[in-house]
């Protein structure tokens, strides 16, 4: 018998729908799994301005839900003992930092708590480049330290990806989109996500659409700033196309559950084992906690390529536990895992909103919701 009964759903399914009614995005899509069974996959509204009915099959744009996929990734690689998270990343990559400098202290796991130092760069300013692989990397080898390595949590909003996605090159000489294919989505059946779109794919992804302020009880300064600057180059099919592992995932909530469903029941899902319940319990541990992230300005914690729950500024539920884990993505996405209560939660949205607030808000609204529906179980 499943633990969400016909009730609970159509509650569920009514603020998902109220969402839209309101306007807070055109489309979006919502799926849940309990015990590695997906009890909701919904869909609603339109792709887009004057888009197409949205389908649960719908692409869209994920954000920086894409770097727990690339986390996951370089973990296969600790779980084959081809590198290890105390490692420094010039034994590596030996041209990311000068023999003897501080930064050449940096390591996988300070990489991946985002306690490596460095959050920003010009790099983040040039989407001109972000499709040329190689200009990326050159750009991080000469990038050099706003803090001391792991010394300071600061949220590294693109640099994380390019980071991981080169150790995992450097490691195992194949690129992180297929990497990413051939060790997590397709041993999970994820058949409608990737890491940027491939040469034979087309560009379909849901158009982003940027909302001004919703209820005017902020000022519009605060937050993510132009809301319309900061989604525009994500329109483009440039960017569908580059791989940026913090920020290009292609996909679905659908397969974003799945993901997180797999996490939450120690490393495996249906008979497909991607990780062992030793490394799974080891990334998802506390790495690192702040009041005040060096980026975001805000109470953060860090798993080893995840956010923890157990902070106001989670997107896990107004009282989301500590043991929660997951990812949020640019005002637009988001998955979470609860391994206690077995449940796997994704939202996705092309409507881009204020993250630290009204895209807060509206995951938080659905996430009690489910969470309400399964205390009364």
């Not at 009730?7 to 969402?19: G, P, V």
């Not at 954000?63 to 034994?91: I, N, Q, R, W």
């Not at 994820?190 to 040469?199: Q, V």
């Not at 939660?345 to 659905?366: C, I, K, M, P, Q």
């Amino acid at each position: 018998m499943s633990r969400l009964s016909e009730s609970d759903r159509e509650r569920i399914s009514s603020l998902f729908d109220r969402h839209l009614e309101v306007g807070l995005h055109h489309g979006a899509q919502l799926a849940v799994s309990l015990d590695g069974e997906q009890v909701l996959d919904l869909a609603g509204g339109t792709t887009g301005p004057n888009g197409d009915e949205e389908t649960v099959a719908q692409r869209h744009v994920l954000f920086s839900s894409t770097k727990p996929y690339a986390a996951v990734t370089l973990h296969t690689l600790v779980d084959e003992g081809l590198l290890s998270y105390d490692d420094h990343v010039v034994d590596h990559w030996p041209e990311f930092a000068d023999a003897g400098s501080e930064k050449s202290e940096i390591t996988v796991r300070q990489v991946l708590s985002h306690t490596a130092g460095l959050p920003r760069g010009e790099i983040d300013r040039r989407p001109d480049l972000w499709p040329d692989w190689d200009a990326v990397i050159e750009q991080l080898e000469e990038m050099e330290l706003v803090y001391a390595p792991g010394e300071v949590p600061a949220y590294h909003p693109l640099t994380f990806g390019w980071l991981v996605g080169e150790l995992v090159r450097r490691t195992t000489g194949t690129p992180i989109e297929e990497a990413a294919a051939e060790r997590v989505f397709d041993p999970l059946e994820m058949a409608n996500t990737g890491i940027g779109l491939r040469d034979h794919e087309t560009d379909d992804v849901a158009t982003l659409t940027a909302f001004d302020e919703f209820d005017r009880c902020r000022d519009p300064g605060e937050g993510m700033g132009d809301h319309n600057a900061v989604a525009a180059p994500f329109n483009t099919e440039a960017i569908h196309r580059a791989v940026i592992p913090a920020a290009t995932g292609i996909g679905t909530a659908s397969d974003m559950a799945r993901f997180y469903a797999c996490l939450a029941n120690g490393g495996e899902l249906e008979g497909t084992r991607i990780l062992s319940e030793e490394t799974v319990e080891t990334m998802i541990a506390l790495e690192a906690e702040t009041e005040a992230d060096g980026t975001l300005d805000r109470e953060a914690r860090f798993a080893l390529g995840f956010w923890k729950g157990g902070t106001t500024a989670a997107p896990y539920g107004v009282l989301s536990p500590k043991r929660v884990f997951g990812h949020a993505g640019l005002g637009s996405s988001v998955g979470w895992a609860d391994p206690e209560e077995g449940v796997a939660f994704s939202y996705v949205t092309n409507g881009v909103r204020d993250g630290s607030y009204e895209h807060t808000a509206r995951v938080n609204a659905l996430a009690d919701a489910l969470r309400l529906a399964l205390a009364t179980r």
